[in-house]
């Protein structure tokens, strides 16, 4: 047997009830994702893509009859435990996971205080190395605070406000990427202000 968490943006969405929203899954297990994820595509007959071998992870994409499809990225896990690995996530929200350790057990692990963020309806940074790690994060936490219509929490805030020009640092596709998910979100506007407010 071996331990499958389900983490990010679908526990995310499941624990807020937007249960009809979720069309892609992010699975971490232990160790040798690629070969396991090639044994799940070929039992179910999903479609199979080494996405990054070197990091050990892989997707698998089923696509029903007319419909959107459904994408699952399967990851090996970063750090010794589960616990290590969420806490090399982005935004506490994000850092939450479901533990699949036998049918019909499921356990939540939640080390940076996420669900109680999603009841605040705050977006937080994990820590300060969440942000420079990855410049894209910066115009993450508008776009999750504009998309869920949550507070940015204000020491995320000024961190964003301090490093902004280092977004200058990834790649073009990327911050295309994000600014186009804000521009389908609901309010539009609202994300334009906020990234003039913090000076992205």
């Not at 963020?117 to 990855?134: E, F, H, K, W």
């Amino acid at each position: 047997n071996v331990p499958v968490y389900v983490v990010g943006g679908v526990v995310r969405d499941f624990l807020l009830g937007q249960k009809d929203k979720i069309t892609d899954l992010d699975l971490v297990v232990e160790h040798s994702a690629i070969p396991l994820a090639r044994q799940v595509a070929d039992r179910l007959g999903w479609a199979f893509y080494p996405l990054d071998e070197l990091r050990d992870v892989a997707r698998l994409v089923f696509t029903a009859n007319h419909g959107d499809p459904l994408v699952c990225d399967i990851a090996r896990q970063r750090g010794e435990s589960i616990e290590h690995d969420l806490l090399l996530r982005d935004f506490t929200v994000n850092a939450l996971a479901f533990a699949l350790k036998r049918p019909g057990q499921v356990e939540l692990v939640d080390v940076c205080h996420g669900q109680a963020d999603l009841q605040a309806r705050l977006i937080r940074r994990v820590s300060a190395a969440s942000l420079a790690d990855d410049p894209v994060r910066l115009l993450r936490a508008i776009r999750f605070a504009v998309q869920l219509n949550f507070a940015l929490d204000e020491q995320t805030r000024l961190q964003i406000k301090r490093t902004c020009t280092t977004v200058t640092l990834a790649s073009a596709e990327r911050v295309r990427d994000e600014l186009w998910k804000m521009l389908t979100t609901i309010a539009p506007a609202r994300a334009m202000q906020e990234l003039q407010n913090v000076g992205l």
